[in-house]
Every structure is written in C-alpha cells, then in structure tokens.
C-alpha cells in the first residue's frame, strides 16, 4: 500500500510562477522526503525533512510538514522549463528497521517556457 | 565517485527464463534497496539490506531473490520470469537518510 499519497496528480504552470505539490500519510515518521524524477531517470533527492521539524529550505525549494495532520507540502519557486519532471514524496515510518522508504504516486510537473 | 550503477539497461526475457540484476554502490553505504516502478506509479520496495550479508522482504518481494555477498554490492534475481515482471527496476543505496538511485533497469517478459 502506499504511505504517501500526492495532490494534485499534474501540474501544468508557466515558467516563473511558482508549484505547489501536496502529500498525505498515513502513520508516524521519523522523517519525509521528496525525490525527483526526469523522464527515464533513476530518482534523485531533494530534500530531506525530519518529523520534529516544521520548514526547510534549499534554493529554490521550500518544504513544510504538518505532524498534526500528516502532510507536507513542496513549493518550488519561480520555475524554471529545466524543473519539469515527476516529484514524488517518501516517508520513513517509525518503528521499521532499514530507513526503508514509502513512495507516494508521484506529481507529474509541467513547466511550460 | 561513480553513485549508484545497475547493470544491464535493458534486457528482454522469455516467460520461464532467469536472471540477474547487478547493483553497485562506491560510496561506502550499509544499506542497499531494490524497487520496481511501473507506469504511472511511484516505486515499490522489493528487498533491502542493511548489511553485508543481511537480506529482507519489502513490499512486493515474491518472485525475487536477493544477495548482498559484499558490501558494495546487491543482486536482484529472477529465478522464473513472468510477464507481471515487466517493469523497471531500481536499486539505491543510503547511510539511513537520503537514498541514492541508479539510472534504472527496464525490463521485459514476453
């Protein structure tokens, strides 16, 4: 089953504006991440936020987690054409051995130049 | 640093045959994960390692075996490929945070 679940399925925005994608969980984490995916790629790591963290930043990126009503949200600001691509969320839920790894259905974002 | 690599990149197997994927990691991490995407969908975890020499069930792991003999590597088999197996296949591997993927496996049961 998957933990994660993202909002909106695909998101078409012009290049400048800025993306929001949603994710929903299901049981305690230890910590949520979000990964990116390009066409045919293998996924690479955005950001990393842990459970007793509220906001993190990185370039571009700003990621919020709400404990309360297990979710997150990753905004990407002022896009770019280069930033198109799936983004999926994972979370690592407490009390499983290994940092394994729940992955969401993914967003597909659409950066149109 | 060459990350993560998967060997073969493609691969198209008859129903009934087997093989092995190959999954090697440079960077010195313990634990080593293979999933399978398919279309539209996020990644399911087939097997982990925490370990050389430790292996363990995710998610979907019928149909596969596993073995982490060496540290910097984790092998993926398929003893009796079926159709259902057509998929691509990931292998990562992290220090417990952030994983780290390969360019992925596509493969193909006829």
């Known amino acids: 089953s998957q933990q994660g679940e993202e909002d909106p399925q695909a998101l078409s925005i012009q290049e400048g504006e800025n993306a929001t994608m949603n994710c929903s969980y299901k049981?305690?984490?230890?910590?949520l991440q979000w990964y990116r995916q390009n066409s045919g790629r293998g996924l690479v790591h955005l950001i990393l936020?842990?459970?007793?963290?509220r906001e993190k930043h990185s370039g571009r990126l700003r990621v919020t987690l709400d404990t309360s009503k297990k979710s997150s949200s990753l905004l990407i600001t002022a896009s770019r054409a280069a930033d198109t691509a799936s983004y999926f969320c994972?979370?690592?839920?407490?009390?499983?051995?290994?940092?394994?790894?729940?992955f969401g259905e993914g967003t597909q974002l659409t950066v149109n130049p | 640093n060459a990350g993560v690599t998967q060997t073969p990149k493609f691969r198209v197997l008859k129903t009934g045959q087997s093989m092995t994927l190959l999954c090697a990691q440079d960077m010195n991490h313990e634990y080593m994960y293979w999933y399978r995407q398919d279309p539209g969908m996020g990644l399911r975890l087939i097997h982990y390692s925490v370990g050389e020499g430790t292996t363990a069930k995710g998610e979907v792991p019928d149909g596969y075996n596993v073995s982490r003999l060496k540290k910097q590597n984790f092998l993926l088999g398929l003893e009796s490929a079926a159709p259902s197996q057509t998929s691509v296949y990931f292998c990562?591997?992290?220090?417990?945070?952030?994983?780290?993927f390969g360019p992925g496996t596509r493969l193909t049961v006829l």
């Open positions: 994972a979370t690592d839920a407490k009390g499983t051995s290994g940092s394994r790894l729940t």
């Open positions: 936020i842990r459970s007793n963290e």
């Open positions: 990562a591997s992290s220090m417990g945070g952030a994983q780290y």
């Open positions: 049981t305690s984490i230890n910590n």
